[in-house]
């Protein structure tokens, strides 16, 4: 039973396009997470949810603009992408904010 | 400020060998502090966290808030304990986000 999902798994664009990675949770948790992992392996928070509402928003470019439909699912849509957004993105959930965390399998953005 | 250090990129020892990575927070409240463990290939998963005080796959972390450290150990390191490790801070507040290190390659050889 797969907990958290990502959809894709790779994702490889050119500068100036509009992208969206999504993500689902099956745990019936009510806190998602977007992490970015850039190429030196650092991980940094970028976005929570809390039953659709949000509530952790780092400095993050406004070209990057999360959406949630429902607790279940968080997905990233990010507008006109550039070369230092490729990176690798983690979706994570938990029960609560700042309860245990469970990561999907990542999305690797690649931009040309 | 709220920071979590682990000065080493990359720790390479022999199989067997003792394994310790280091870990180092700057918190004004009392921490709560995590391992999370990456695999080659797979998603990042919590190790243990120390609230729990518990042993997972023979690693222990002890919290020293007077060095404010929260070091990862390992007596005797396995080829299979290769992978990524990141320690986190929960921060307070509202959002009670993960603070993450910037993660320490662990490199098991034969």
């Known amino acids: 039973d797969t907990a958290v999902s990502q959809t894709p798994k790779y994702l490889v664009t050119q500068m100036g396009n509009d992208k969206s990675i999504k993500c689902e949770q099956n745990l019936g948790h009510d806190t998602m997470y977007w992490y970015k992992q850039d190429s030196k392996k650092f991980l940094k928070i970028m976005f929570s949810y809390n039953n659709k509402e949000l509530i952790i928003n780092e400095t993050v470019p406004n070209r990057f603009s999360p959406k949630s439909p429902d607790k279940a699912h968080l997905n990233l849509h990010i507008n006109s992408l550039e070369l230092g957004d490729s990176a690798v993105y983690f979706c994570?959930?938990?029960?609560?904010?700042?309860?245990?965390?469970?990561f999907g399998p990542g999305t690797r953005l690649t931009v040309t | 400020a709220q920071r979590v250090t682990q000065p080493e990129k990359l720790l390479s020892v022999f199989k067997g060998a003792p394994v310790e990575l280091k870990c180092n927070y700057s918190?004004?409240?009392?921490?709560?502090l995590f391992w999370y463990v990456q695999y080659s290939r797979q998603r990042l998963q919590l190790l243990l966290r120390h609230i729990s005080r518990e042993s997972i796959k023979g690693f222990t972390a002890d919290l020293n808030k007077g060095e404010t450290s929260f070091h990862l150990k390992k007596p005797f390191a396995q080829e299979e304990d290769s992978a990524m490790y990141y320690c986190a801070l929960k921060a307070g507040g509202a959002t009670n986000k993960l603070i993450f290190g910037t993660g320490t390659l662990l490199a098991v050889q034969p």
């Open positions: 918190y004004s409240g009392s921490p709560e």
């Open positions: 994570a959930s938990s029960q609560e904010a700042g309860s245990k965390q469970y």
